[in-house]
């Protein structure tokens, strides 16, 4: 069974980072994708990036373009998120999903605040 777990959410001040981490398993490919969406209050789910185990690529909307990184290592089966200069706007719970499935984490709170 697929399932992900997100982790390394918490409260930041404004320009500072935060790396996310989705540990994923239950694959029965090699090749697949991990995305990350987020969910601020009021707000619908929006998508930030995602990663392709195939050939690496990374793909960003455009709030995310320059201040956010997706890598991906294979061998622990983990997609990170690495979110620097973290503006308030950023705020939201963030969730990572195996894309083309319905399998998605509990989600990971993220607050930047001064």
């Known amino acids: 069974q697929l399932h992900v777990v997100e982790s390394g959410g918490g409260l930041v001040q404004p320009g500072g980072s935060l790396r996310l981490s989705c540990a994923a398993s239950?694959?029965?490919?090699?090749?697949?994708?991990i995305g990350w969406f987020r969910q601020a209050p009021g707000k619908e789910r929006e998508g930030v990036s995602c990663?392709?185990?195939?050939?690496?690529?990374?793909y960003y909307v455009d709030f995310a373009k320059g201040r956010f990184t997706i890598t991906m290592d294979k061998a622990k089966n983990t997609v990170y998120l690495q979110m620097n200069n973290l503006k308030p706007e950023d705020t939201a719970v963030y969730y990572c999903?195996?894309?083309?499935?319905?399998?998605w984490g509990q989600g990971t709170q993220v607050t930047v605040s001064s």
């Open positions: 999903h195996h894309l083309g499935t319905l399998t």
């Open positions: 239950g694959f029965t490919s090699d090749y697949y994708a």
């Open positions: 990663i392709g185990s195939s050939d690496g690529r990374a």
